[in-house]
């Protein structure tokens, strides 16, 4: 009996534990709502339930007449929001290299840091470098203008936003979910009895913990990104070129533009292709020919010569025998 009551358990548990992970985000609100509405639906006291409908009802007509019949009385409580910050910037400077240190000081003067360079030099007036910094987002409109301004002038500028408040809660709430869910179980693995039970419970167990992992690493990657914006900046010499993307025309002139530009591919790849090959064309062509003209002369050498035909014997003439 112990063995059915605990498989019992433990099919509940793990249902429960499905649904819950199935509902994401909406659990603690549905929790808490049938948890209001218990208490709004127990009767009261009749004294104490007749005295509270009276105020109330005199708090509604009072409110109705004041505001025309339409109760606002209602708070609504804003959520703190989650934006992820990310900006480009390309900038002409006289030198790169004096341009790229006076970028990292802008950057560590406002508590950002820098997360990734490169950088070429064919020449002093041609280098370029390219930038990633992180930058505190209550400082990143204020290190974007310095930036654009003293590091000399600036030629293209990119910016863009993400909010991802709904998405942070949905983990914090799943993250929550399963945590509770790990406790459970953990609990239930306690109280097994047999082997199979507790290999049942572990194999559970070992599910809840790498959804836990992959929850905290998504938990962990939103807050980095929402805690500091990214930036890219890019240097130029002055000589430097600039490519900048250009709009692609829609339509037929687009389809016709992008036709044009797959046919000259090609035929640069063709005659890449045919240059790279024609020196050994020029060496083995020649080469190949004297090979199939001697294989044929020594085959006709070697074949015998043929002479006349042989007479046939011509059969008697039964007249004549």
Known sequence: MSRIRYGIALSALCAAMSLSGCAGSGSGGGEAQLARGTAADAPAPAPIQESAGAARDQDTEKQAQAKGGIVSNVKATQQERQVIYTGSMT??????????????????????????????????SEDTAMLEFKVPPA???????????DLGKQLAMNQGTQD???????VESRLKSAQQSLESLRTLLKRADTIGQVLQVEREISGRESDLESLQAQQKELTTQVAMATLTLRLVGPVA??????????????GLKSGWTALVAFMKGAATVTGVLLPWMIVVVPVAVLLIWMTRRNRAIGRPSAGPPAATPRDPDPETA
């Open 91 to 124: 900038v002409r400077a006289k030198q790169v290299g004096t341009a790229v240190q006076q970028a990292k000081q802008i950057v560590t003067a406002a508590g950002g840091y820098l997360s990734k360079e490169e950088s070429s030099s064919a020449s002093d």
């Open 164 to 170: 991802v408040t709904l998405q942070m809660a949905d």
């Open 241 to 254: 070129v600039v490519e900048e993307p250009e709009d692609e025309p829609a339509g037929f002139l687009g």
């Open 139 to 149: 400082r990143y409109a204020e290190v974007l203008g310095k930036l654009g301004k």
